[in-house]
Nanobody, 120 residues
Framework: QVQLVESGGGLVQAGGSLRLSCAAS????????MGWFRQAPGKEREFVAR????????YYVDSVKGRFTISRDNAKNTVYLQMNSLKPEDTAVYSC?????????????WGQGTLVTVSS
């Protein structure tokens, strides 16, 4: 069972930046795609971005395209989400999970997530 630990959230003003990290346990991290999700207060969790196992291919939902960048370091078993030009509507708990390429579905257990709060 892969365990996921997210970090890097915090309070930032609109227009600011944050970099989230997701550390995964296990030796098979480099074999599968990963993705970031977020859940705003009172809303369902939504898919944000995914990256292929190799890190070559990425995909973003329209609301974050051009502002967020997903990347990974397979040597460190870590996936990142660089978030720039943050907006108040980006406020949410952000979580990572395994995501088969071409889908927006998460596999496996969730970590605790990391809270991002964007003030206007």
């Amino acid at each position: 069972q892969v365990q996921l630990v997210e970090s890097g959230g915090g309070l930032v003003q609109a227009g600011g930046s944050l970099r989230l990290s997701c550390a995964a346990s296990g030796s098979t991290f480099s074999n599968y795609g990963m993705g970031w999700f977020r859940q705003a207060p009172g809303k369902e969790r939504e898919f944000v971005a995914r990256i292929s196992a190799s890190g070559i291919n990425t995909y973003y939902v329209d609301s974050v395209k051009g502002r967020f960048t997903i990347s990974r370091d397979n040597a460190k078993n870590t996936v990142y989400l660089q978030m720039n030009s943050l907006k108040p509507e980006d406020t949410a708990v952000y979580s990572c999970n395994r995501v088969p390429w071409g889908t927006s579905h998460a596999l496996g257990a969730w970590g605790q997530g990391t809270l991002v709060t964007v003030s206007s």
